[in-house]
């Protein structure tokens, strides 16, 4: 049983924990390499799936400096960034919350127990995302990209922030790897996520299980 009353700190990731914007992404992705070769898109694609928690600026740099290894890629890589950008965002407000979400931010808004987002998706589209849906000002920080996931989660911890026992909700290697990292505990939300051997390997490391924030699993007292 996942006692959510047992933690002093809370992290979520954003993409497949906090939104169902996962295969959204992955399809805008896709848009904005449309015009490329089928085979190199697919690399990508398939590059994309198993780095959940890379930001954007990474993943169009990998394409077309080590993919496509176009020797233009730096003006490449941040012509795409814009257009995904442009692309993404209006869906993104309209995206409906992981199942069970929001219960159990209220729920850790209501017993004073700070939330963070450490996010590989961009921050300031995070902030405008968030401060649309009214959500902004629940949690203490919100993070993203350009800067990394795990250098987001060494500021939090350099700031003594993370208060312990604490637990991250994410969907990907990269957030069970910080979990890990930073000695805090991790719950693998699955419903949403693109990590094919989450469940498996995460269980492995006797980590939380959840299909989304509704399961039995998830305890308030």
Known sequence: MLKLCHY?????????????SNQLKTSVFAEVLVSEKKNLVD?????HKKNGGVSRYKKFEYFYKNIKQ?????NKS??????YSSLVFNHLLSIDYVPGFINILGYF?????PCYVVSGGDEIELHKIFKSKEIFNKFNKVL?????????????SLSNLIKKPAILFGDSSIDMKIAIRYGIDFCFVKQFSEWKFGSAISSKFFFYNIFNFNDPLVSFN
């Open 43 to 47: 690399s990508f694609i398939s590059y």
């Open 109 to 113: 808004n209501g017993n004073n127990i």
């Open 144 to 156: 993203g990209s350009p800067q990394t996931k795990f250098k987001n989660a060494e500021n939090l």
């Open 70 to 74: 176009d020797k233009d890629h730096e």
């Open 8 to 20: 002093k700190s809370v992290i979520f990731d954003c993409d497949g924990v906090i939104l169902q």
């Open 78 to 83: 941040r012509i795409a960034v814009k257009r």
